[in-house]
């Protein structure tokens, strides 16, 4: 390339700081075609054509640079918002030659061709997004729901307090055939398998789901009804396949289905044939698709209201074991109490009379006591101005003022346990109920 005279260097100067000048440009592009740098002046001219696209003094230009048969300017048209193909950005350092065409082989001024010459001068204005791609190889990137699947944690059933006889028929069910594989071959134990968790709110059966989980070793996977019920047809069925596909890839993995009354609901109480449809496809995936398609796969669900969770799905195969979660025993109570005063400020606290006092409250009751006490102490010590530890009367005199929150599902439990029993199916239910005289 020549090198540029002071004007030509002086005008490029000034095209730089002010690059929307079309006229000052232009006189820049003159410059250079009569310096015989035309490929220079080309460039020029799609930059000045770039921000007026209707310009007939650039056009004139470009079509003499590029050594063009000259045509009558047209009028000039007022400017078009540019686009893709006719807007370059940067000029390139390096220009190619553009090959001159005899004025006898065509009757006008193509500008299609002369755009497509001059296309590679100066990249495009605007660039196309690429469509985002998915990690499975599909096409939608909508259509893919990322499931949090959580790793095994240091969450055990020995950190249940007490509820021995939960953790028997936990072990029956899942533990026992894991631990000992040579058993489970022999008795032809498969490792597929359903529990159904039911019981008053507020008793941990969430807290005893991730304990399996950690027992087992296995991923967790928590799914509730905000995870599959979506406005569109199909959209919920599809979530729930794909749910138990992340389980079954992630296997072994237990599915955690948090207020099955909400995701498996009687059919015939329901109106809404969507509703239908996502039970019908909960009733597919815990078959599997074929056989062994569930293999350590671990469905656990908990509900309030089993009395309100279709049949079919309590059928054998599915999920065939009932477990009742009552509230603490004195044991879980002594532990729970233990966990929720462990960074509290306290002093003389006898668990097992506390224990004692709190009888027929849930979990969640207890974790209100205590919050209740520490409220106590600390009104108090901003009454007096002296701090003070939280001690047994503060907790005592929260205890009586808490109703146990289980009292009305007790009340809903009894009628379903004494007129609705059919198979035996609330037997532990009754049970308790006549041991603690509710019945």
Known sequence: MPEDSPLIHSLRTAVAAAPADV?????????????????????EAAVALQHAPG????????????????????????????????VPQQPSPSVPSVPSVPAGQRSGFDWNAAEEQVGDVVPPRFV?????????????????????????????????GGM????????????????????????????????LLYGPPGCGKTFIARAVAGELG?????????????????????????????????????????????????????????????????????????????????VLAATNV????????????????????????APAREAILRYHL???????????????????????????????????ALLDSARSGTVRMIGMKDLLGAAKEVVPSTEPWFAAARNVAMFANEGGMYDDLIGYLKKRRKL
Request: proline share 7%; aromatic share 4%.
């Open 23 to 43: 006229p000052l440009r232009l006189h820049l592009a003159e410059l250079l075609l009569s310096e015989g740098q035309s490929e220079a002046a080309v460039t």
């Open 55 to 86: 310009d007939a003094q650039a056009r004139q230009l470009m079509a003499r640079a590029m050594g063009l048969p000259q045509q009558p300017a047209p009028p000039e048209q007022p400017a078009q918002p540019a686009t893709v193909e006719q």
């Open 128 to 160: 196309e997004a690429e469509a985002p791609v998915r990690a499975d190889g599909g096409d939608d990137p909508g259509d893919a729901e990322a499931w949090d699947v959580e790793r095994p944690g240091g969450l055990r059933l020995a950190d249940v």
């Open 164 to 195: 021995q006889e939960v953790k028997d028929r936990l072990e029956a069910a899942f533990l026992a055939p894991l631990r000992n594989p040579e058993l489970q071959k022999l008795y032809g134990k498969s490792l597929r398998g359903g529990l």
């Open 218 to 298: 296995a991923s967790f996977l928590s799914v509730s009804v905000s995870d599959v019920l979506d406005m569109w047809t199909g959209n919920s069925e599809r979530n729930m396949h794909e749910i138990f596909q992340t389980a079954r890839r992630q296997a072994p993995c237990v599915v955690f289905l948090d207020e099955l009354d909400a995701l498996g609901a009687k059919r015939s109480r329901t109106l809404h044939g969507g509703m239908r449809n996502t039970v019908n496809q909960l009733l597919t995936e815990l078959d599997g698709i074929d056989s062994g398609a569930n293999e350590g796969v671990f």
């Open 306 to 329: 089993p009395w309100d969770v279709d049949n079919a799905l309590r059928r054998p195969g599915r999920l065939d074991r009932t477990l009742l979660v009552l509230p603490p025993d």
């Open 342 to 376: 462990r960074d509290r400020p306290i002093e003389s606290i006898d668990l097992g009379k506390l224990a004692k006092a709190t009888d027929g409250l849930s979990g969640a009751d207890l974790a209100h006591v205590c919050e209740a006490a520490a409220e106590r």
